[in-house]
């Protein structure tokens, strides 16, 4: 019975062809890119000639190759990373070409590794570590068993069930002492690469761990319809966003305190993972962040109220309403509203075009490149505050003298050669005057001692409580320049009429005392200088009164 039902049925096969030819072309049809994939070998996407960096993405410019006959043509470029934008994708001839560019769509697939070469040299680096950390665990396995083997020879029995003479044992613990010692000593070694192959494996694991994070195995084709007028061989031009990538402004500053000039090193710091290398690319870093949009953000009601407690007293004494209630709550919504909205300045973007052409791989981070350097007179000024701390610190007033908008972003502190510590600079506009920190400066050294303490006299016609201070302020210059220190400290300030500050005496006179009491002193200091401030005052208030900050 079977053997006559698989005839009928290869008959049934084709007596209805059209049936399955429909099926089949379907399939063909309705599945995304197979047709392109089966009857258009890709065209690869060409060398990136330039990429233009954002704070958040970078934009990407390629070339590709084209060789098409007369008439109308449908290509496929590609691969392309999975973190495009494609919305931002754009095709065009060239300046001079005389092709046209018809549809064009972008589709997905999805290889069996990862595009990313570095990816793919950091998969065969771990494989390769993994087979030599295997090779050395075999070995070491071979001699613990070798180990084991010669720990049990004592154990050992003759045939007759005789114990054992003195020539046998002597012969076990000469075995034992060299071909026992070798394997000891051969084991140990193995078990140190052990450990450092181990090491080296997990810091190439996290490293691969790393590049594939945020990466798919996903990637990108370009469909296009192209018309040409004659059978040509051209190129046209590809851009596209992509993500993944970005730069943040950084500064190295440099001071020469003998020249009294900064070097002002501006650097962008760029942080590249977008699947795809940019070899000898010409780069651009604007600060244009398109992600922001182009609108400034709405003001929304800016609501006063009482608090909860008191505003539901203030309710109910008044006796609101239920209508001038509700636009109570109303107000009260937008002013959560407006504590919601993020605060964003824009301005005039500016790009900057690097001067030399760039090589960043993917999977690279903290890439520098300078965007200019300069040099920049400035005026050293050293100041001090030692009633907070005990230090002399150092800052420049410079002007920025270059055409460069610099932007806000960590700076590098070096002062004659050593590391001062990390500042953070503001916007800067050309032509614009800013101060600095550069940090501490440990050849100035100032010292604040409270010499002299006396409280609790009273006077003699009337009942008047007194305190006197007396503090010594000693400023030393160990450098082989004169400087100018500005010295800041206070005088008590008294809210009540009752207590009363005196001066004894302020030597030298400060060059400022401003409402808040705040003492300002310029002083000169010469190579090795020293010298020294007395402050001397006196706090009187009514007696049996507690005065509180003395």
């Given at each position: 019975m079977?053997?006559m ?6 008959r049934?096969?084709h ?8 099926l ?8 995304p890119?197979?047709?392109?994939s089966?009857?258009v070998?890709p065209?690869?996407p060409?060398k ?22 007369e ?16 919305d ?16 064009f769509?972008?589709?997905?697939a ?7 070469n ?6 065969a ?14 070995e ?8 084991a083997y010669i720990?049990?020879?004592?154990e050992?029995?003759?045939?007759s069930?005789?114990?054992?003479g003195?020539?046998?044992?002597d ?27 181990e090491k ?14 945020g990466?798919?195995k996903e990637v990108?084709?370009?469909h ?5 007028s ?10 596209y ?13 440099r ?9 002002f090193?501006?650097i962008?710091k ?5 699947g ?17 949009g182009?609108a400034?953000?709405?003001l929304?009601?800016?609501?006063i109220d ?11 004494s ?12 109303e107000?009260?919504?937008?002013s ?18 690097i ?29 001090t ?7 002399v610190f150092?800052?420049?007033k410079?002007?920025?003298s ?7 972003g960590?700076?590098g ?6 590391f ?7 916007n ?15 050849s100035?050294?100032v ?13 003699i016609?009337?009942q008047?409580?007194?305190q006197?201070y ?10 082989d ?24 005496q302020i ?9 808040q009491k705040?003492l300002?002193?310029?002083i ?17 208030y009514?007696?049996?009164k ?5």
């Open positions: 079977v053997e039902n698989i005839p009928n049925k290869s049934n096969l007596r209805k062809p059209g049936i399955y030819g429909l089949i072309s379907l399939l063909f049809f309705c599945t890119g197979l047709q392109a089966q009857q070998e065209i690869k060409g990136i000639q330039k990429v233009q960096l954002y704070p958040d993405r970078a934009e990407i410019f390629r070339q590709a190759s084209l060789h098409l006959p008439g109308s043509s449908d290509i496929v470029i590609g691969p392309f990373p999975s973190s495009i934008i494609t931002s994708m754009r095709i065009s001839p060239g300046t001079a070409s005389t092709l046209q560019i018809g549809h769509s972008i589709q997905k999805y290889k069996t590794q990862f595009l990313d570095s990816i793919q040299k950091q998969e680096q771990v494989d390769q570590l993994r087979l030599q950390l295997n090779s050395i665990k075999d070491l396995n071979n001699l613990e068993s070798q180990l720990e049990n020879l004592s050992g029995k003759t045939q069930n005789v114990l054992p003195p020539d046998y044992w012969s076990v613990l000469e075995f034992k002492a060299t071909r026992g010692k070798i394997r000891r000593d051969r084991y140990r070694e193995v078990s140190v690469k052990s450990e450092i192959a080296e494996l997990k810091v190439e694991e996290k490293k691969l761990a790393d590049l594939k994070a990466v798919k990108n084709y370009i296009i319809n192209i018309r040409s004659q059978s040509i061989t051209d190129h046209i031009d590809i851009s966003q992509i993500k993944n990538a970005s730069w943040s402004p950084a500064y190295m500053l001071t020469d305190t003998k020249k009294k000039s900064i070097e090193e501006y962008g760029i942080n590249q993972r977008t795809e290398d940019w070899g000898e690319v010409s780069l651009e870093l604007t600060t244009s962040q398109p992600s922001r182009t400034p953000p709405k929304h009601p800016w609501v009482y608090p909860q407690k008191q505003r539901l007293e203030a309710a109910r008044l006796a609101f309403s239920s209508e001038e209630s509700s636009s109570l709550m107000d009260k919504q937008g959560n509203s407006s504590r919601r909205t993020k605060v964003i300045q824009s301005g005039v973007s500016s790009t900057y075009q001067r030399e052409k760039q090589t960043i791989a993917t999977g690279t981070n903290n890439y520098r490149a300078q965007i200019f350097s300069e040099r920049f007179d400035a005026e050293l000024i050293y100041t505050i030692p009633k907070n701390i005990e230090r150092l800052k420049a410079i002007q920025n270059s055409p460069y908008q610099l932007l806000p960590q700076a502190n070096f002062v004659d050669g050593s001062a510590g990390n500042s953070w600079l503001k800067i506009a050309p032509g614009q005057e800013i101060e600095t920190g550069l940090g501490l400066d440990e100035v050294k010292e604040r001692k409270l010499i002299k303490k006396e409280g609790g006299e009273k006077g016609f009337n008047t409580a007194k006197r007396i503090f010594e302020i000693t400023l030393e210059n160990f450098k320049i004169p400087i100018e220190v500005e010295l800041k400290d206070q005088l008590p300030l008294s809210y009540q009429e009752e207590i009363k500050v005196r001066i004894g030597k030298p006179e400060p060059n400022d005392i401003d409402k705040l300002t002193w310029n000169h200091l010469a190579p090795k200088e020293k010298k020294m401030i007395t402050l001397d005052f006196q706090v009187e009514p007696e049996g507690t005065v509180r900050g003395l």
